[in-house]
């Protein structure tokens, strides 16, 4: 129940005691209406924590808070402009850095595995061009962000209309639903290593995932994600470990050998599938508007994108030099990460191994926690329900219906004995292919409108570059459906 | 002239309709209706046809024939800039389908999936705008196997859910600027509510909101919002604006509100206003957030002793507009030290001509200026009052402390 007003009413007089709020119309006098949630003594708990009030509960409650609002304040009112750029970059970075290191979940790290143990170094060059291509689609996505502070699925919806969207969002929906799968795959597998049966893991997993999500803030979810990143070092240190011959690796990078055998050509493709996904863009999209970049501040969030594709590409080199160095030079043939994990003990050390576990349950929990709620954003926002994890249940059923029916289900299956995981992956492959197309025209489509994005949209330059990316991208991830199919 | 209409219609049932001349040629696709920018419930005056790539405009009395087809009585077309000013057209999927707009009715922000017209004689007017999950999937082309499918296993009838016309305020930068009297739908919200509305939105619309909000409903609203949003808007407003928004503001909200900002910001919206009101808020700027002095206002009444009660209250529905605290006459000597405290509610009881020094409690409770905002709280909490005055060493009345401004310190 709310309260209304005629708007034709006349004068509306607000008698308002300090703690309810009562409106009178001098019209309908006797029409009172009030409005029983809102007549509670307090304000709501979103105005609490909203409101400010809560500002200054948290200068006293945490420290840490208080540090960072005169942090930000030193930064901003710093005159020294080399500090001042470092301090905004520290205090703008995430968005760009996150989406990166969520690229290599559990499918991109069986994917570098496989093609390290099965081509060794063969193929390393090509990460430099899909370093690229990320580059490119994500820096525009960024633009988009930043420039209209609306999320992907938003510009797609009031541009391209209803229609286009639901099929849209029921694409991503189903491909996000694979990833998660597969996520939760991959939690299983590296628990394993270390002797811990998938009943356990997988449900305490999916618990904490789900509970952080809902009970945490955009705030504290972005700080844990952000060391989550972090241990995506444990991938390089045992790329140190198993002691690679440098010398033939910066031969391989200098001499790209492109050949067109079929099973190469297949790998190659599955590196560009998995690096470059659909929900990626709109996961960045809605992380960038949720922390309110300015337009002034565009360059640090661009500085964001390309620093976190840089580093998912070294962490991505990292575990094909491991697989290539130890598993290919020795003939191991394995058929997912868990096998790569398991033989590079006796091969590189029984440290190797857990490092290599270690970093596959990092990434495929950091993943986990990341496509149920961009897909939920996604859904919620396409379709126009309420989303928003500052929400209560009542105020947003469907998102976290949505939400916990992605993580549970994902979650379920994977504890079901005999599924046929392998078809659905595969099945979510060719579905990813097929969305991603749409994504990258419409992204094209949208980045181009002068309306929209008035000063900021794509130059020639860069619009033939963003052009032939998408095209190749486009050629490739049609090439992978007719292969699957 | 008969064109056959139904009594209802929706706007996916014209969307990329079949149009026809009389002969029975086809010669284009509706891809947008044109309503005239009325209030409260629009005509739809024509309707635009994309036709060999062009799109062109049909005015409503050239429709010789809606059912069963849609038919045109002259296939000379008008090109669709030229006739219509921006300022007296809706054009309905440009501006309102697939958007975001405010309903003022239930005070959120909500995406249209749908319109509703209702026929009036021979012409359509809009009527609701429909956001609920019918509505979407009319747009996808399967409410009928939904509704179908829901009646069967569940026996739930789908509702639609219409919001009326008339409590829509849309969010376009057009629609804001063009229609004075569509602002109005939005002072009508609480403030609030109002500012629960603008943090949900983009920040293009918020500046939009902004600049067409008469000042007084953009500083109440302002007063509600997130410190985070509140700096977010005030940079990027016009300083002219920003000066007006800040000086209609409670001087404790507005203090906290240029505490955040940065410093030649702040200055430079201090120097566009009020000299008193600016001196006042440079004085509530000085004090650390977390103290007595963070926490206060300016705008309260004090009055002299000798005062009568009859003059009190006229003085006090004097300064209503302008005073945060309501509730409490402050008592000050020629020396500016607080002497005592008169509520509303001693005022109403007492007799006309008495002084105010008859009436005034013998003892009067105060905080001092750096006092840590943690024994404010037990203040409040002690002594139940809706308002603390805030004073120094020397006993002088430097501000009062409202009890909305401590909800929430210490959860």
Redo the contacts between chains.
Sequence with gaps: MSWALEPEGGKVIELQPPNSKLQINTNYSATLFLSLHRASPLPSPKRLRAGRPQRKAEGEGFGNQNIMVSYVKWISSSKQSLWRTIGLFFILMGPGIITSNVDNDAGGITTYSLAGAEYGLKLVWSLIPIMIALIVIQEMCARMGVVTGKGLSDLIREKFGAKITFYLVIGVFLTNMGNVLSEFAGVAAGWEVFGVNKFISVPISAFLVWLMVVKGSYKSVEKVFLIACVFYISYIITGVIVKPDWGNVFDQFLHPRLSFQPSEMTMLIGIVGTTIAPWMQFYLQASIVEKGIKTEDYKFARFDVVFGAIAVHIVAFFIILVCAETLFKHGVKIETAKDAALSLAPLAGKYCTYLFAFGLINASLFAASILPLSTTYLICEGLGWEAGIDKKFIEAPQFYGFYSLIIFLGAGIILYPSFPLIPIMYFSQVLNGMVLPFILIFMLLLINDKKLMMNYTNGPVFNIIAWVTSIVMIALTLLLIIQML | MDQGLKEFYFFSEFLNRRVFDTTGLKVGKISDLVAERAE?YPMIIGVVVRTRGRKMFIPWEKIIQIEPRFALSETELIDLKSPLPEKDIILLREEV????IVD?????V????DLHFLRVDSRLRLVHVD?GFRG?MR???WEKLVDQALRWFFSYVLPNQFISW??VQLLSGSDLLHLSVSQ??LS?L?P?DLA?II?D?????RSAIFHALDTETAAEAME?I????QK?IM?TIPLEKASDIVEEMSPS?AA?LLGDL??ERAEEILEGMEQEKAEDLRELLVHP??TAG??MTTAYLSLTSSVTVETAIARLKAGAPNLDIMDYIFILDEAEILQGVVSIRDLLTAHPHQPLAEIQPSRVVSVKVDED??EVVEAFAKYGF?ALPVVDEEGHLRGVI??????????
């Design positions: 409260p389908m697939d958007k975001q003022t009715f239930g005070a959120k909500v995406r249209v999936n956001v979407l747009r996808v082309g008339k409590y109005k739908k009508h609480h609030a629960d943090e939105l983009s920040g293009r619309d509600e997130d410190p985070k949003i977010a940079e909200d906290d940065p410093e957030d977390e963070g926490l905002q943690n809706r409202s009890f909305r401004s401590v909800l929430g310190i210490g959860t």
